[in-house]
């Protein structure tokens, strides 16, 4: 077959120029209204039926010969005839005056296949057009449609910027107010500072002033009391802004959630009024970006004025805080002191105190005398004219020699008790003898990781605790790892409360040479650790990276050297997530102190 369109094909190409318009351009055969009728396929290419039928047709396809265009037929009969190419024998014959005596034709006669030709061409022209018109009507209609939604969108966009624009400049002018705020607020806090270095230098001045005043100089030690009670009061007003620093620190350190209360309409269309944000309020520039951490500054700052303004807990610890300051009343001794000749005051040695003399008597008086001591070390006294008081004779030595000034014994310091809590694991490695390793932990830092901590050193009732458990991985002057009560392999292990792992909180406290802290078991989605009973003691120098938040919750106070040694046992590697220490170091006991 595919030879015989190849031969068809050459012979259409040769004879191209002497063909006719009615003849077949595969077969040259003249078209009829039989086998040879002319059939039109969708490329307007016309050939005869036979052509068609037997080098075109195949599997419910034709393929063109001129240009392999395929046209989707079920049968070659369901073809058009082209119109344009009439059989001959459906022609009507020649009138009479048109043909050649020899019965051969005069000339070529054609006929039109259109009575249109015959009618008015305005009627065609009009027809023409309705078909137009109707045929762009849809064409007309989206046009429309398209230029209508435009305008919409334009006008619905005019207005959301117009209102963002304003919207914009109003959080422009709120920032530019509030970059003042924090100017005012920033030039308030450089000058308190540099008030406070001052009064440093006072209170360190009157300190030593007060080491070296005599005990019986009253006057310098009320000058003294007076300058100390001045400092007092302005420190009061620190003592409010220590305590709203630790409020703001304390803030830094959570997590807050944003949900939405009252949820639009079109939020609840969009399936998002439940949506949260967790966000914490501990940011940097550094790693964060602008809008985050001003977004956690205003949140700190809303807190912060919100807990300090009606929280009444927070207002009694600046009156816990005064109630501890010193406030007993000073003795006033000048009834019974009287000074005829002020003595230089090493305060402030410009200003003379003269005391009047009382008339009574009964009064203890006291004179003041200016004592110069000579070369060899004697005193030589200037007194007054008035009697020798009691306390001038009481002063007096048997064997004068040089002045003895008495001094007012200055109290010792004394270092304060923590009141942190303290747990103890008693230790022993294989038979050796037992030791004790004491850890100060920080409820104030961590109070979720302390109180499960505490709660397994004392051990739970269904026997859950450290007591018992051991020692199953080391690593040379590095680290501990333990609280596997289960397993004792870093497989196993269970928090104190009723779930497995808890959250726990966001810790700054560092990882430092003795700390302890937990082992993370599950990471959530916001980056936050949940422990179990796991820990992890820090024993020698770190070079790690350092974290803004750790899992430390205290540190080593007692037997550190001993866990130094037990880091230096060798550990086994059971699977790829356990391990085992060559020598057992068992935790016999735990507890609180």
């Given at each position: 077959q595919a030879y015989n369109c190849l031969i068809h094909f050459y012979k259409r190409i040769i004879t191209m120029s002497s063909l006719a318009l009615d003849i077949c351009n595969s077969c040259f055969m003249l078209y009829n209204s039989t086998d040879h009728a002319p059939l039109i396929l969708s490329c307007y290419h016309t050939y005869c039926r036979t052509c068609v039928d037997t080098f075109m047709f195949l599997n419910q396809q034709i393929t063109c010969l001129s240009c392999s265009k395929v046209t989707q037929a079920t049968s070659v009969s369901s073809l058009p005839q082209n119109p344009y190419l009439q059989p001959r024998d459906s022609i009507s014959p020649l009138p009479p005056y048109l043909r050649k005596p020899s019965g051969s034709t005069v000339e070529d006669v054609y006929y039109s296949d259109s009575d249109e030709e015959k009618s008015n061409s305005g009627v065609s022209e009009e027809l023409k057009r309705n078909l137009i018109i109707n045929s762009q009507k849809n064409n007309i209609n989206l046009i429309s449609e398209i230029l209508d939604t435009n305008m919409q969108s334009i006008q619905k966009s005019k207005s959301t910027r117009k209102i963002k624009n304003e919207t914009l400049n109003e959080t422009l002018s709120a920032v530019e107010r509030?970059?003042?705020?924090?100017?005012?607020?920033?030039?308030?806090?450089?000058?308190?500072?540099?008030?406070?270095?001052?009064?440093?230098?006072?209170?360190?001045?009157?300190?030593?002033?007060?080491?070296?005043?005599?005990?019986?100089?009253?006057?310098?030690?009320?000058?003294?009391?007076?300058?100390?009670?001045?400092?007092?009061?302005?420190?009061?007003?620190?003592?409010?802004?220590?305590?709203?620093?630790?409020?703001?620190?304390?803030?830094?350190?959570?997590?807050?959630?944003?949900?939405?209360?009252?949820?639009?309409?079109?939020?609840?269309?969009?399936?998002?009024?439940?949506?949260?944000?967790?966000?914490?309020?501990?940011?940097?520039?550094?790693?964060?970006?602008?809008?985050?951490?001003?977004?956690?500054?205003?949140?700190?700052?809303l807190f912060t004025d919100k807990i300090a303004t009606h929280n009444k807990c927070f207002k009694n610890l600046s009156e816990i805080?005064?109630?501890?300051?010193?406030?007993?009343?000073?003795?006033?001794?000048?009834?019974?002191?009287?000074?005829?000749?002020?003595?230089?005051?090493?305060?402030?040695?410009?200003?003379?105190?003269?005391?009047?003399?009382?008339?009574?008597?009964?009064?203890?008086?006291v004179v003041s005398s200016k004592i110069n001591n000579n070369v060899a070390g004697q005193a030589t006294k200037t007194v007054s004219g008035k009697p020798v008081?009691?306390?001038?004779?009481?002063?007096?030595?048997?064997?004068?020699?040089?002045?003895?000034?008495?001094?007012?014994?200055?109290?010792e310091k004394t270092i304060g008790q923590t009141n942190r809590p303290h747990c103890f694991f008693k230790m022993q490695v294989d038979n050796q003898p037992p030791f004790r390793v004491v850890f100060e932990l920080r409820p104030d830092m961590a109070p979720k990781m302390v109180e499960n901590f505490v709660k397994l050193c004392k051990g739970l009732p269904n026997g859950k605790g450290y007591k018992g458990s051991k020692i199953y991985r080391a690593k040379d002057d590095d680290h501990l790892l333990g609280g596997d009560f289960e397993n004792n392999d870093g497989?196993?292990?269970?928090?104190?409360?009723?779930?497995?792992?808890?959250?726990?909180?966001?810790?700054?406290?560092?990882?430092?040479?003795?700390?302890?802290?937990?082992?993370?078991?599950?990471?959530?989605?916001?980056?936050?650790?949940?422990?179990?009973?796991q820990f992890m003691i820090w024993v020698g120098d770190l070079e790690y990276k350092e974290y803004r938040f750790t899992l430390v919750f205290g540190k080593v106070v007692e037997g550190f050297d001993q866990l130094q040694e037990i880091s230096r046992i060798k550990a086994v590697q059971k699977s790829p997530t356990s391990w085992v220490l060559r020598q057992t170091v068992n935790v016999i006991d735990s507890g609180v102190l």
């Open positions: 509030l970059k003042i705020k924090l100017e005012n607020d920033i030039k308030n806090n450089k000058k308190q500072a540099k008030i406070l270095i001052e009064i440093e230098k006072k209170s360190i001045t009157l300190s030593q002033q007060f080491t070296e005043v005599d005990g019986t100089d009253y006057n310098s030690i009320k000058f003294i009391y007076q300058e100390g009670s001045k400092i007092q009061k302005i420190l009061k007003a620190e003592v409010d802004v220590s305590n709203v620093h630790m409020l703001e620190r304390a803030i830094c350190q959570s997590t807050v959630k944003i949900n939405f209360d009252k949820a639009d309409k079109f939020l609840t269309d969009l399936k998002a009024e439940n949506d949260q944000i967790y966000m914490k309020l501990s940011t940097s520039l550094e790693n964060d970006s602008e809008l985050i951490f001003l977004s956690t500054f205003m949140l700190k700052s805080e005064y109630d501890h300051m010193p406030s007993r009343q000073f003795e006033d001794l000048s009834k019974f002191v009287d000074v005829t000749e002020a003595k230089s005051n090493p305060i402030h040695s410009e200003v003379k105190v003269d005391m009047p003399i009382s008339a009574k008597s009964s009064q203890w008086n008081s009691f306390s001038d004779m009481a002063k007096k030595q048997a064997n004068p020699a040089a002045a003895v000034v008495k001094r007012i014994p200055f109290p497989t196993g292990g269970h928090s104190a409360s009723e779930e497995r792992y808890v959250l726990a909180e966001q810790c700054p406290l560092r990882d430092h040479k003795g700390a302890i802290r937990m082992r993370g078991q599950e990471r959530t989605m916001d980056g936050r650790c949940k422990i179990g009973s």
